[in-house]
């Protein structure tokens, strides 16, 4: 019904609360919450139970699904006018007289129709349009004049009991099947019950004038107004909670679409995870790796390498020469966005050059071109990356193996590599410098980076200016036209989030957006389709008859299901109750006995009702009341005994009625039914209306099982039948005695008319009770599998958490996990008080030879890599949290201490500071890092005693500040820069075979720990002149320091230097 829009209506959050399937040991559940409004699209219903989903046009999607399901039970509802057709077709054909014809030939022709309709439907022959707005109204139009017919047809004598039952029964069944919204259901029940009374009404007052007072036709009429209104209020009740039941069905199936999206976004998260810091053949390794089973992954010697030969490749190092002196005068954010811009305009002629980057190593850019897959000219594009990156870095040194794979394509000069570097100089490599093409243009920039050509004399650059977005790289491969906007931006990293949930309301936003909402409702409108009943249990093997699962697990499984709407189940027979009561005081007041059944069935059902509604409002009820329904809700043989307890109350009031009705020490004879209540003598199949009613109810029961519907109807219609044919038998020889005389006709006998409608009555009901058990077991698979897609989705976002945090520190993938963090966000710090470790194996050039025994070399990287692995596994060490690794440069491994924001006080103010106490605190991470160093040897002497081999480490420590981010724009990396990081490093490479070398001002703290030193003396550093050096020789005991005795690895020197 429209809505005034003048009318400001409040918007509720109203919470659907969907059981996912589980053990029977545990009880899972799962909550959406979706926004509904307080007034829904009928009127007719409470203001609280009048909701519809917000916005509207998910509303309008949700109705276009609630009708695509309902057009199943539209069939249903054409199997129910058929089997009318067929009763009066076998009345007619018992007793055929030419007064049949007309009404045979018009069942047949109904039966025809139906069968024609049912075929169109069934084989989906009609557009959804026609199915779903036209042949509901086609089928109650059949139905209301098969009635009306059946009315005028049958009978020339009419009581104002007839065809009363069957249009009870076909107006309760337009709630539960047809594909309409609420309103119009209403109405056309209320139509047609309105027009029935006044035909039936003025049809009898005019044949019966004479008769009206004795025949009571206004109390008749009112009890007839009852049972509609009783089926309609009813029928109200059962399309309510059928549309819960939908719209929870609705929900699984959109949040089964966010699942959905979400494993595809996940699959997308992780590949680009994994190609952010691994090559495509490897990451397609490792993917497959990590889906084999974990114990098969426990069981092998080694730990799992991916590592190849590749032959025909050439390597690229570019270094920014006078990046320390840079990084000095730069924050922290200055520094990692110049990185940044500089290094993505790297990766992008990265690719444009068929180069792969392996790692960024500071401020050192290292690719390699020639693998994956082969080149033939893997040298000519190594040149030309450099020769595009030579305005921004320093020229392009080359070694001599190199040049001959050039073929002359570039110019060359002596690059004179031996009288800097040892080890050309000791293996003999002769180098060459490319180069730089004349360029006719004054340049001042390349890339947005202003440069001053550096020569062979290492002169740095003064100024890198990276602020430009835009600019275009040339080389001599390529020219402006060949680059693209694309190409030539500067994309920030945009991490890939694991922990992002992309939600429908995202793609609605980036639907509505793209003025596109089609798509949004196709997505989720294919979902739904995906979601049909025959598919759904199409893997679950069922029982044919009893419709259980095959699989004793899956079954069990089922049996827990919660039903929340057991409460307003069993409240209908309160209503069908009391509207009997009512039915049955309009026709005898005067049968006490309906009194007291209704008194005490009423207490009993309330009773009942309320158990079952205890566990749905807690608050309402005491506690073991509620104690006791949830319990009730959770075990299904109490939930079914409940529901057989309502049924049987309701019959048994019934039962009663009839028999008091009549009751009689003697024989009954015509003496006695004179004397008896004439409302059941004049008009006794007013009671099998009533019984039509009690079917109903079964149909509400949800949370029975078909079978324990089945078992109440057969029991209902089986006491009915009794009473009827044998208690009731000679009330109905004078109902059909005086039946005959105002007819002139053979009829069939009343009491069989009944009982026929009873059982059509009942078989109709089991077709729709299965039809609802299949729906419910449909459902109850939904949600398995939105269940299982949630385990995929869980799984697979913590595989990709595992990789960002593996990739990143834990604090730094934590910043670029969390939910406010915005895509164009870098990360970038500053610490002024850090640790910094290089430890490296020096003789482990030694062991690595390229020879054919060891594969060519890659059983001696297998071995680095378990050393490797076995420094890592310290870092789990609690003694270690403090300790973040930051990359491994070949055998070199490279950590840092302090960098955590919970273990360092780098975050902390002034005052906070202070008020931790003595540099004891503050520099504590630094002595994790020193016994971290101190582990490492450790563990590299027990590789060692295990191996026969006799690596040995040399280790320099440092202290001070470091500017720390992640930079990349497709590859992000973390890395720290500053004086502290470069002078670490030469404190390793200046350092002796099995130390642990510092400076002076990381001794002054240390030794205060209990680490013992020896001093060295000055050391000429390159960049920093001659520097005082200590030797770290171990650690006094924890907890006693200074005055107790020492902890000396076997391989250190005690004597004084």
């Not at 420590?957 to 981010?965: E, F």
């Amino acid at each position: 019904m429209p809505r005034d829009e003048g009318i400001s209506e409040p918007e509720l959050s109203a919470e659907f609360s969907v059981s996912l399937p589980s053990d029977p040991d545990q009880a899972l559940e799962q909550s959406w919450e979706v926004m509904v409004q307080g007034v829904g699209c009928c009127f007719c219903l409470p203001s609280c139970v009048r909701v519809t989903f917000v916005p509207k046009s998910l509303e309008t999607l949700y109705q276009t699904y609630f009708r695509r399901q309902r057009e199943e039970c539209q069939l249903v509802l054409m199997l129910f006018a058929a089997l009318y057709d067929c009763y009066c077709l076998v009345s007619c054909v018992v007793v055929f007289s030419a007064e049949k014809l007309a009404l045979l030939l018009l069942s047949a022709a109904g039966l025809l129709i139906l069968l024609l309709l049912f075929t169109l439907c069934r084989l989906h022959l009609l557009s959804d349009r026609v199915g779903q707005k036209v042949v509901p109204y086609v089928l109650w139009l059949m139905l209301t004049v098969q009635i009306f017919s059946h009315l005028s047809l049958s009978f020339h004598s009419h009581r104002a009991s007839d065809t009363v039952g069957w249009l009870t029964f076909f107006t309760f069944s337009l709630f539960i099947t047809m594909p309409l919204p609420l309103a119009p259901i209403v109405l056309l029940s209320v139509t047609t019950c309105g027009v029935h009374t006044l035909v039936l009404g003025f049809t009898v007052a005019q044949q019966q004038q004479h008769s009206l007072q004795e025949e009571g036709l206004f109390q008749k009429l009112l009890a007839n107004i009852c049972i509609y209104l009783c089926a309609i209020i009813v029928g109200i009740m059962s399309y309510y909670m059928a549309d819960r039941t939908h719209r929870k069905a609705f929900l699984e199936a959109r949040q089964s679409l966010e699942i959905k999206l979400n494993q595809e976004e996940q699959s997308r998260q992780k590949e680009r995870l994994l190609l952010s810091i691994l090559p495509k053949h490897i990451a397609d390794e490792m993917l497959n790796d990590m889906k084999r089973e974990r114990k098969s992954r426990e069981l092998q010697q080694f730990n799992t390498m991916y590592m190849y030969r590749h032959d025909r490749v050439s390597i690229l190092f570019a270094d920014i020469v006078g990046f320390t002196q840079l990084s000095s005068t730069c924050s922290a954010q200055e520094l990692v966005k110049l990185l940044n811009e500089l290094f993505a305009r790297f990766d992008k002629l990265a690719e444009r050059y068929h180069q792969l980057r392996i790692k960024i190593l500071g401020d050192c850019y290292y690719c390699i071109c020639g693998l994956p897959d082969p080149r033939d000219d893997h040298a000519v594009c190594s040149i030309n990356m450099g020769l595009a990156m030579v305005k921004a870095i320093s020229r392009v040194h080359i070694s001599e193996t190199t040049r001959d794979c050039l073929h002359g394509e570039f110019d060359l000069e002596p690059g004179e590599g031996a009288l800097r570097d040892e080890y050309l100089r000791q293996r003999g490599i002769r180098t060459y410098l490319v180069v730089v093409p004349h360029v006719t243009q004054n340049r001042t920039h390349v890339n947005g980076v202003n440069h001053s050509l550096a020569s062979s004399n290492g002169n740095s650059p003064l100024l890198i200016d990276t602020t430009s977005d835009r600019g275009g790289i040339q080389s001599p491969c390529s020219s402006p036209d060949d680059l693209t906007d694309t190409d030539t931006q500067v994309v920030n990293p945009s991490f890939p989030n694991p922990r992002r949930r992309l939600r429908l309301q995202d793609v609605s936003n980036r639907v509505v957006n793209e003025q596109n909402e089609r798509e949004l409702n196709r997505l989720l409108d294919l979902a739904l389709n995906e979601w049909k009943s025959i598919q759904a249990l199409k893997g679950h093997r069922t029982n044919p008859l009893t419709m259980r699962f095959t699989s004793p697990q899956l079954e069990t499984r089922f049996s827990v299901e919660r039903e929340k709407q057991s409460g307003a189940a069993i409240s209908s027979t309160c209503i069908i109750l009391a509207f009997s009561f009512l039915t049955q005081a309009s026709i005898e007041p005067r049968l006490w006995v309906n009194y007291v059944t209704f008194l005490v069935g009423e207490v009993m059902l309330l009773g009942l009702t309320g158990l079952s509604l205890a566990a749905i409002f807690p608050r309402t009820f005491p506690g073991k009341v509620v104690e006791f329904s949830t319990w009730m809700d959770r075990t299904r043989w109490v939930r079914n005994t409940c529901a057989m307890a309502a049924s049987l109350i309701l019959m048994l009031t019934h039962s009663i009625n009839m028999l008091s009705c009549v009751h009689s020490p003697q024989p009954a004879t015509s003496r006695n039914l004179s004397q008896a209540p004439r409302g059941c003598v004049n008009d006794p199949k007013y009671y099998s209306h009533l019984w039509v009613l009690q079917l109903t109810s079964c149909t509400m029961l949800v949370q029975a099982s078909h079978l324990v519907k089945a078992a109440l109807m057969l029991v209902i219609s089986s006491v009915y039948t009794s009473i009827s044919l044998l208690g009731w038998r000679h009330v109905f020889q004078e109902y059909n005695q005086q039946r005959s005389i105002q007819l002139q006709s053979q009829q069939v006998p009343s009491q069989f008319q009944a009982v026929a409608t009873i059982l059509v009555v009942m078989v109709s009901f089991y077709c729709f009770t299965r039809h609802v058990e299949r729906l419910a077991r449909t459902l109850f698979l939904w949600k398995i599998d939105v269940h299982e897609q949630k385990e995929q989705v869980y799984e697979m976002r913590r595989r990709n958490e595992a990789l960002v945090t593996n990739m990143l520190p834990e604090h730094v993938a934590r910043h670029f996990l969390g939910s406010r963090k915005q895509d164009e966000e870098l990360y970038s710090q500053a610490y002024d008080e850090v640790g910094v470790m290089f430890a490296s194996m020096p003789n482990f050039s030694d062991f690595y030879t390229e020879e054919n025994i060891n594969n060519g070399g890659i059983e001696c990287l297998r071995f680095l890599n378990e050393i490797i692995s076995d420094f890592d596994g310290l870092l789990d060490e609690p003694r270690f949290r403090s300790i973040t690794k930051i990359k491994t440069i070949g055998s070199t491994y490279m950590a840092a201490s302090g960098l955590i924001p919970e273990h360092s006080l780098n975050y902390h103010s002034t005052i906070q500071r202070q008020a931790c106490g003595s540099d004891w605190n503050r520099w504590q991470h630094l002595a994790e890092l020193a016994d971290f160093a101190l582990a490492m040897k450790v563990t590299l002497m027990n590789i060692n005693y295990q191996s026969f081999n006799n690596f040995m480490l040399r280790i320099g420590l440092n202290k001070g500040g470091v500017l720390a981010g992640v930079i990349g724009a497709r590859k992000p990396h973390y890395d720290i820069w500053g004086n502290t990081v470069n002078v670490a490093s030469r404190m390793e490479s200046t350092g002796h075979m099995g130390s642990i070398q510092v400076v002076e001002e990381t001794y002054l703290v240390l030794k205060d720990y209990g680490f013992r030193f020896v001093r060295r003396g000055p050391v000429y550093v390159k960049g920093k002149g001659e520097l005082i050096t200590y030797l770290m020789k171990g650690r006094e005991r924890q907890g006693s320091f200074l005055h107790s005795s020492s902890v000396t690895l076997p391989h250190q020197v005690l004597e004084n230097a």
